[in-house]
């Protein structure tokens, strides 16, 4: 079935650092996929998709590319701040609903 | 626009106890998805809606868990008899069937916690 494996957490740095999270993906088809960001005691919010090969999401400074050879969506921002701190979601929409991975808690000091 | 809403945002209950869980989808979306998130487990899909018809049921851990969506504004996630390992935040989303389809809208969720 389909899955998302996305690199543990926590991941520490300081404001202005650069930022990569790692996801890797496993389905059937040509899925959409997507990160989601959830900031203390929130829901999931949705910050950026990308539906096929190639696409660029980007959102906020924060930026993915679909690339099927590598079955691979890594989220990458160049300079982080405070504010960023959160938990990262990277997830795949196949046929019907939405699969996810464990998150990546993102933890930016000052 | 409003978003998805959920209530209660915090729940307290004791084992045994009946719990349900409310959540109002935003207006015109025709899915509606259930959640839960621990530490342990992650975010697990529980149970989903399209034009409120249960599509998958697979994730409902026990036959403890029952949701229903009586309109497509109001949906509920009941737990009875609710155990200490049922502690967990579940979140509700919603989306649409045409167009924006990929994109789940998720409420703040509830936090519930079973002594």
């Known amino acids: 079935g389909d899955s998302v494996t996305q690199m543990e957490g926590p991941v520490t740095l300081s404001e202005e650092a650069f930022l990569t999270i790692n996801c890797t993906y496993t389905?059937?088809?040509?899925?959409?996929l997507f990160w989601y960001v959830q900031y203390p005691g929130e829901g999931l919010q949705l910050l950026l998709k990308?539906?096929?090969?190639?696409d660029k999401g980007s959102n906020k400074g924060f930026e993915a590319t679909y690339r099927k050879e590598t079955t691979s969506f890594h989220l990458e921002k160049g300079s982080v701040q405070v504010s960023d701190s959160a938990v990262y979601f990277c997830?795949?929409?196949?046929?019907?609903?939405?699969?996810f991975g464990k998150g990546t808690m993102l933890l930016v000091s000052p | 626009d409003a978003g998805v809403i959920q209530s209660p945002r915090h729940e307290v209950t004791e084992m045994g106890q009946e719990v349900t869980l409310r959540c109002k989808p935003i207006?015109?979306?025709?899915?509606l998805f259930w959640y839960r998130q621990t530490m342990m487990r992650g975010l697990e899909l529980l149970i989903y809606?399209?034009?409120?018809?249960?599509?998958?049921d697979s994730g409902m851990p026990e036959d403890r868990f029952s949701a229903k969506m009586p309109n497509a504004s109001f949906s509920t996630l009941k737990i009875q008899p609710s155990e200490p390992r049922d502690s967990a935040v579940y979140f509700c989303a919603s989306s649409r069937t045409s167009g924006d389809a990929d994109t789940q809208y998720f409420g703040p969720g509830t936090r519930l916690t079973v002594l």
């Open positions: 389905a059937t088809g040509y899925p959409s």
């Open positions: 990308a539906t096929k090969a190639d």
């Open positions: 207006s015109g979306h025709n899915s």
């Open positions: 809606f399209n034009n409120n018809v249960p599509i998958d």
């Open positions: 997830a795949l929409k196949g046929y019907s609903t939405l699969t």
